[in-house]
């Protein structure tokens, strides 16, 4: 079984289901990407997995551990770190207090992996006494991601973490990503930028109306003839 294994996902938001028999997994160290047209559920199924939506049907195992019953928080306390979409950090505060509120459930000292997220993301390092609200989109994103990393995670799940960023901060935040998978971190990451994305893939994910359309390693799915007209344009 995969370190985060999500299987028969069916459920939505109290009205019909949005996710149907909607599987995903991750390994440890691994980058597992989520692509699929406009409300196709990913930001849905990644909601699943981190316990803030109800699925009636199939379970979330994590680690081994079923965790289907358990609350986002207590998510959290099982390894799991969530940037969502929209809203990721306190813009009215510092970087680095957006970053000493991430470490929220820690009752050890933090500070060690404070430095080890500055290492990973030195431009963070750089505007930690900003707000965190006068910082680029792409610089937002970083500290977003950061911000979750506090936590020490073992899956880090990202929705969309270049939503609005130019090609070249793209780039480099894929980078920053790679290096946080490298340090045995389970990546299971939402991505507009379906190519770019795939690209950096272990595994994809096609999604389409709450189904998994097409699973393969990021490398098959970039070459599938199919995949290349419907999802990636060409
Ligand atoms: N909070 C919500 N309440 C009810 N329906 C929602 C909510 N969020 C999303 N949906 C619906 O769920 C479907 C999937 O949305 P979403 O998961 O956001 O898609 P994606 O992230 O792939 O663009 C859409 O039809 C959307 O309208
Ligand atoms: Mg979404």
């Given at each position: 079984m995969s370190y985060l294994s999500a299987t028969h996902m069916t459920g939505g938001y109290g009205g019909a289901d949005i996710l149907h028999d909607c599987e995903l997994s991750v390994e440890k160290g691994e980058i597992a990407v989520i692509v699929g047209p406009n409300g196709a559920g990913k930001s849905t199924a990644m909601k699943a997995v981190f316990g803030m939506l109800n699925i009636h049907t199939g379970s979330v195992v994590l680690d081994g551990e079923d965790?289907?019953?358990?609350s986002p928080q207590e998510r959290v306390y099982k390894g799991m770190g969530f940037v969502p979409q929209t809203s990721n950090i306190f813009p009215t505060m510092s970087v680095e207090e957006n970053l000493e509120m991430g470490a929220f459930i820690r009752t050890d000292d933090y500070k060690t992996t404070l430095e080890q997220v500055y290492e990973i993301f030195p431009a963070v390092y750089d505007k930690?006494?900003?707000?965190?609200?006068?910082?680029?989109g792409g610089q937002r994103q970083q500290v977003a991601v950061s911000r979750a990393l506090m936590t020490q995670p073992k899956l880090l799940m990202l929705d969309e973490?270049?939503?609005?960023?130019s090609p070249i901060v793209m780039d480099e935040l894929f980078d920053r990503i790679i290096e946080v998978a490298k340090t045995g971190i389970a990546v299971l990451m939402v991505e507009q930028n379906a190519r770019q994305a795939l690209d950096i893939a272990d595994k994809g994910y096609v999604l389409v109306q709450g189904t998994n359309a097409y699973t393969d390693t990021g490398a098959a799915l970039l070459a599938n003839p199919e995949v290349r007209r419907t999802f990636l344009g060409g």
């Open positions: 965790i289907t019953k358990l930690r006494h900003q707000n965190a609200g006068e910082l680029s973490p270049t939503a609005g960023v």
